[in-house]
Nanobody
Framework: QVQLVESGGGLVQPGGSLRLSCAASDFALAYYAIGWFRQAPGKEREEISCISNRDGSTSYADSVKGRFTISRDNAKNTGYLQMNSLKPEDTAVYYC????????????WGQGTQVTVSS
C-alpha cells in the first residue's frame, strides 16, 4: 500500500519552475517531518530539503538553496516543493518521505516523480 504519492513533475526549460506535491493517504502527515530527495541517473540519492512538523523549520541542500522552497498544508495532508530557476542538473526522480523529525530515519516513501530540465 502506497502511503505517499508525489505529483507535479514533468518537462521544463532551464530557468522554469515546477511545484511538486506529496500527498499522504493512510496517515496524518501533521505528525511527521517531510523530506524531499532526488536521484539522478548514475548518482546517489540526495536529500535536498526537509520541513519539521514541530516548529516548521526548514533545511536545504546547498545545491538547491535559494531556488527551492519546501512547505506543507496539514489540512490537506500534503507537502510541497516549489522549484524555481531550474537547471539541467536538477533533472532527477524526486521523492518525498516522512520521519519523526528531519534528523531521524525515514519511515515512508513515495514512488517518485520525474523532473526533466531540458538543455
Amino acid at each position: 500500500q502506497v502511503q505517499l504519492v508525489e505529483s507535479g513533475g514533468g518537462l521544463v526549460q532551464p530557468g522554469g519552475s515546477l511545484r511538486l506535491s506529496c500527498a499522504a493517504s493512510d496517515f496524518a502527515l501533521a505528525y511527521y517531518a517531510i523530506g524531499w530527495f532526488r536521484q539522478a541517473p548514475g548518482k546517489e540519492r540526495e536529500e535536498i530539503s526537509c520541513i519539521s512538523n514541530r516548529d516548521g523549520s526548514t533545511s536545504y541542500a546547498d545545491s538547491v538553496k535559494g531556488r527551492f522552497t519546501i512547505s506543507r498544508d496539514n489540512a490537506k495532508n500534503t507537502g510541497y516543493l516549489q522549484m524555481n530557476s531550474l537547471k539541467p542538473e536538477d533533472t532527477a526522480v524526486y521523492y518525498c518521505a516522512t520521519a519523526v523529525e528531519c534528523s531521524d530515519p525515514w519511515d515512508y516513501w513515495g514512488q517518485g516523480t520525474q523532473v526533466t530540465v531540458s538543455s
